[in-house]
């Protein structure tokens, strides 16, 4: 019910960085848990940053972009955000926003996967 759109995909050279955005114009997303989750070609969707918006800035972040990816929010705008720095190939894939509901922690949400609503996903490639 929750409808999400992303932005800010492209194409980059390995070292280079994005900012992605994830955006509801009809629902107010510090309510959610958010999350935004990549699916590489042939792989299934697989959690990489999440935050509960209406919290304390409670965030999760997979092992392979610890320390390179910064999860945040901005209730103002009513906007997530996923900066991507030090892009590697191996970070191509579609991305994808995705909510749940509160009572799921960012770690829950992005070990165990969303079953709520999803976003059409924005491309992202890194590549020499």
């Known amino acids: 019910q929750v409808q999400l759109v992303e932005s800010g995909g492209g194409l980059v050279q390995p070292g280079g960085s994005l900012r992605l955005s994830c955006g509801s114009s009809g629902f107010l997303l510090d309510r959610y848990t958010i999350g935004w989750f990549r699916q590489a070609p042939g792989m299934g969707r697989v959690g990489v940053s999440c935050?509960?918006?209406?919290?304390?800035?409670?965030?999760y972040y997979s092992e392979s972009v610890k320390g390179r990816f910064t999860i945040s929010r901005d209730i103002a705008k009513n906007t997530v955000y996923l900066q991507m720095n030090n892009l590697k190939p191996e970070d191509t894939g579609v991305y994808f926003c995705?909510?749940?509901?509160?009572?799921?922690?960012?770690?829950?949400?992005?070990?165990?996967?969303?079953?709520?609503?999803w976003g059409q996903g924005t491309q992202v490639t890194v590549s020499s």
């Open positions: 995705a909510s749940g509901p509160l009572i799921a922690t960012p770690q829950i949400l992005c070990t165990q996967g969303a079953d709520g609503s």
């Open positions: 935050i509960s918006v209406g919290r304390s800035n409670i965030t």
